[in-house]
């Protein structure tokens, strides 16, 4: 932290704001210019909120110098993580993860359905909610653990692994059986009671940004993650809420090479979620892998007019293959393959 | 919901949107214009996605008329509702109700002064922290149920009720002995898991807005409160976030007015959180009452230098104390009266 | 300008900061720390782009201690400034003072049946446009010159003072004689042809913020006017544009405090264009003053169904009576007056 | 425009109503369902103000159907337009036409290097900026006409084609002998008295997108220029102002979807100012391409480090090179050719 002092600013003052900073745990370093005074303060502690200075008396302006997460900084690792999500399949190597299926399971033939052709097209993950967090009480909230062993049933006959969300943390035990990549929604990016349940098991973790988070917060929140102990956290972007109202949300791709550079941690991109309509999901998805991504969450239904769920944004069979092909061209610009 | 086609649709995809309608479960009257045909779908479901119908061909816009609420629409219970809160205390009355305290319950002393302070000045409600959700891994979590219990007493001693924040559905049972007002936060407002446990109990709810949260959202939540069976809700407005970062977030007062209208439930305002800082505190609280809050959420320290989490937030007790004297100016202006 | 250098950045890297740091003119001192040098800059430029220094090499994070305004800062006038609008009105004095009138002037009636009635209740400025900046080419684009004739008359036979919007640096001749305070409207406060040329002018101007202007943008707009020799500067915040749409804008009242402690200009509220709609008008007209307001802006006209444009945030005559009437009550509770 | 008047709505109310709308010019048709009256109202006009109708006793929502713009909208030209720039290079075509160059021009030897190395990798227009419209009024404000001279030599001995901005109207005339397009930037998006007097021209206009400007703004001062008679418009993405801090901008790019459905116009973007950061400028270059973009704008210095405006965000001479080869890897997965 440095602290730039008025320029005004009485002995007293300083000393004062130097015992404060002591006494935070800080050390402090002192350096007397022509105008300012500014104290440097250096310490291990991460935990401090620069307003108790920045109201001190004599204070100008109080800088936090150091990131306010550790373990998910990319000087902790700086050659990056690889996350192992089973089957061989790496989440921040060389090749881009397809993870694709319905926003909700709704029955047995629909999901084995979609797992097909999702898999047939490339897909090495099969994405479905059994538990949805619906802004209306009203609307469908999932089939519960009967989706989930629909989906398991589905992945294992078409060699795919399984993402789908956690909504509770009482959930943890039960769903670690039936799921091989633990989905944080948005709305539960901070909640912290489920985040430190999670961070107990060793299970990869998709966490995906709130909708008005910022990129520190979100990985803040795979800071209590690691903190837990599991550090196979795979970050996903989703879209943040903006004035603009034309798409559900506005897909914040910058956020891929600004991750990239502040923290190890591999970062894929929802663009289902992200535009909210069928018609704008191949380009983003295309612009995403063009981007930098490490993989991307699509929403496909073999019948979207008659989905339970956003079948909106759900891409039809075909143009899921369409855009596989397309992805194919890109890949290989950022050096990169697809499935 | 109302269906505008466009000028060229045929005859044939006008007649498959009605089938779709009809199929969703609405009657549908039609009106052909001499360039637009506009199909008009009224029922009882609240639960609909406007999105597949506007991505049917031929159709050129879908607007629905209905707000996705009911229970907590105004015309829900034209007469406005007042929660009852304990000890003859009424939110939504006459009566501006003042909720005063520390961000965080730190020890005995500590809350007992603040009670006794704020009491002396007029605040009819305790407010404190125990289980505090909090940005970084790193920063005080708060006393938990031991915190609870010092406020509760604190509270007793004072004639005081209290409010204070849950962050799990399994703490329910827990603190409904301990509180007189659950605290849903901001982070919290799309915990569905937690709104519907809440929703089976009978005590008052305190439902912050969601940082990112629309009006329509954060009634939506409260919708899921009553649909459980709990009617008791008082709206807590406490910032918004935009791209405007002098202030921690942007209190957005004119929701005052606005829920008013839409809704029949109590807004009360909560200016620590809303702005970040002490000096901005005052001036936020008297425009809040100024646009027809109907209480206060308001942060005061005996010490805030020394406080464990949000001090820079705090007020100081003269400045609480000078608050409410404006705030007794202000209240005739609207027709009300203050502690 | 404070620049942290990385842990491991070495003696060449700082060397290299420090030459480019004199270079910019900056007079630097050195603190080396056990973990961070940092590198203290400070200099008279006001100009510079902290960007070039945070892309050298070795460099962690840079940050600008002072603020890139100088003349709108609190400090170049610590005790306030009053501006003089003629007929002896003073905005930022004791008073806050009232500026009322339609949307556009449409008329020589109806301004004057306007002015005649905001005059009774109240007002001391008259306020209406002439010149439109319309979203649409098809809307009603103002009466041009004519209508700042007639607002002219109206006002003087009322003994009202006149503010209208100037959209154009080639209208400032034309404008100067027939107004008392030239109106710098949203889409406009980044014009620097025209901010430049206003700040030849000596008179009073009510700059107002632009839709998405952060508070350091607007003050540095203010900064032009100022620069240009011209310091009867009005400020004016008129909501800002957010996520929520509810409302036309959110009026950020907290921008009132906010610019009172880093600035010495007045500052004024505009709640009709803040939220679009009258019945929000009067709540967040009251919220302005108790937030410490100089003065409102409040559209009002004698037959709103009938206005030319924005009829509908336009108060009737009755509605603008009664908030008088709240506003003297509330005024006192921040040892202010109201006419 | 749909009037969907309340469940309880008087046949008195109801005629109101209708007769306001006639009055407005529109011709309305009537829909009596069970519960909710409908009202369809069709006409030409363009212009008028939802709320107004919306203020209306018994009127529970009013909805406009019709885009508020007619020779932007798609179905004006279904077939999209391609804007012929000069020496055979068509924007909207099937190439993804390359402008860069300097954020300022700085002198002949500057502008002239840049020429020369942007020309050899590809570009076909050269950018540059010679009147500059800064935050700050202590910035470099650019070199004005002599500027636009410099420029233009460089272009033609490079066989480029020039895109400047404009900041005012009375600098038509002067740059129309200079430049090939005029670019108008974000903050004069809505100089209205500037897109007035571009209409009457007929050369090229690269309109930017405001920074707060939703879509429909945008499209709407692409129909002033319109309805002045030049139909020969650009639109330019290059980001929006959101509470994302880490990046100047948040890079809206569905936009580029949404608009190439909404409008005939051809669309490119500029991920330079849309981003501010060198590092993040190739990512977003690539991502802009794969999502559809028309075109892109890109800052390129020989020497950053020592440019005079922006250098933050220019690419080097070889990361220029590096990306040009990168996106005609990615071009024909959207079946366009760059080059």
New interface residues.
Partial sequence: M?V?MHEGATEEQIQHVIERLVGMGF?V???T????T?L?A?GA???F?T??I??LEGV??V?R?SA??KLASRSFRPEGTVVEVGRGVQVGGREVIMMAGPCSVENPEQIQAIAKLVREHGAKVLRGGAFK????????QGLGPDGLKMMREAAEANSLLVVSEI????QVQMMQELVDIFQVGA??M????LLKELGKTKKPILLKR???A????WL?SA??LM?GGNYNVILCERG????????RN?????????VK?LSHLPVVVDPSQ???????VP??A???????ADGLLIEVHNEP?KAL?????SLYPEQFARLMQ??R??A???ERTIG
């Fill in positions: 440095v730039v050390g370093h002192r350096s210019g022509v105008r300012h500014v440097g250096v502690r991460l935990d909120d307003r108790d920045e109201l100008r302006e800088v110098i306010p997460y967090p619906r802004t209306s009480p009203y609307s469908f909504v509770d943390h009482t709305r539960n901070q909640n912290y009671v709130g909708l008005s910022t990129i520190e917060e803040l800071e209590y903190q943040i809420r903006t004035f603009e109202t034309y798409t506005t897909l914040d791709l910058a956020a891929i090479p600004v550079k992200g535009t909210g309509r069928r018609d704008k380009p983003m295309r612009a995403a892998v063009a981007a930098g007019e769920s956003d079948g909106a944004q397309q992805l061209i890109i290989p610009a950022v």
